[in-house]
Structures are given as C-alpha cells and as structure tokens.
C-alpha cells in the first residue's frame, strides 16, 4: 500500500479534491432558494477569511492554544492548500472525492448532478 497525504499539496493532481462542502436536500434547493444563497455566502465569506493569513492563522492559534506558532504556521500552509479561493467545485474535484471515497453499490454516478456552484455569491 502507497499512503499519499492529500493535505500538503504537493501533489497538484489532487489539490483540487473538495475536503469542505455544504450539503442540503433538493427540496431545500427547491423551496428556499434564498435561503441557501445565505448559507452559503457565510461559507464564503468564512474561506476568505481563512485564506487571510493574517486572519487565518489567528483563528487557529484561538482554535488550537496549545500549538506552537511554528506549528500552527506550518499546519496553516497545508490547510490552506485545499481551501478554494472562490469556493466553485469543480467536475474534476467531484470525481476525485468519489474516487477517494470508493462509495459502494452498482448505481452509476452522474457527478454533474452531484454538486452545483449556483448558491455561490455572485463576485
């Protein structure tokens, strides 16, 4: 077995394998539009803040008092990596995290269906 750690990036291939994501029903979708479109721009706006070194790093060193600055920076340069600066998933990244997951069953994946970037703030 080949173990890759998928958190340092040093891979380029699987930088963009979506590690954070907001799921909700169809029906939700559906019925409050709006109200996904507010949930997930406070997704958004939290991933810039996160991807705000200054902000970012500050956050974790509240998160995780215990951590060494030298730590809490080398742990933020990793995270960081697979953080999306727009928050888009990509058809790409879909795949990857379902050929990461290995989901059991016979039923054929349709990942254009499995994700939609529609909720996301218009810039």
């Given at each position: 077995k080949i173990f890759i750690n998928l958190m340092n990036?040093?891979?380029?291939?699987?930088?963009?394998l979506v590690f954070?994501?907001?799921?909700?029903h169809p029906d939700?979708?559906?019925e409050r539009p709006e109200t996904v479109r507010k949930v997930v721009a406070v997704f958004a706006e939290a991933q810039k803040i996160l991807l705000d070194p200054v902000r970012g790093k500050?956050?974790?060193?509240?998160?995780?008092?215990?951590?060494?600055?030298?730590?809490?920076?080398?742990?933020?340069e990793i995270v960081r990596q697979i953080w999306s600066?727009?928050?888009r998933m990509?058809?790409?990244g879909a795949?990857?995290?379902?050929?990461?997951?290995?989901?059991?069953?016979?039923?054929?994946?349709?990942?254009?269906?499995t994700f939609t970037n529609d909720f996301l703030p218009k810039n």
């Open positions: 990036g040093e891979i380029p291939e699987f930088r963009d954070m994501t907001l799921a909700t939700m979708l559906r500050a956050i974790m060193a509240t998160e995780f008092p215990d951590m060494s600055s030298a730590t809490n920076d080398k742990a933020y600066t727009d928050g990509s058809l790409s795949k990857k995290v379902f050929d990461f997951l290995q989901p059991s069953g016979t039923t054929p994946i349709v990942y254009e269906n």
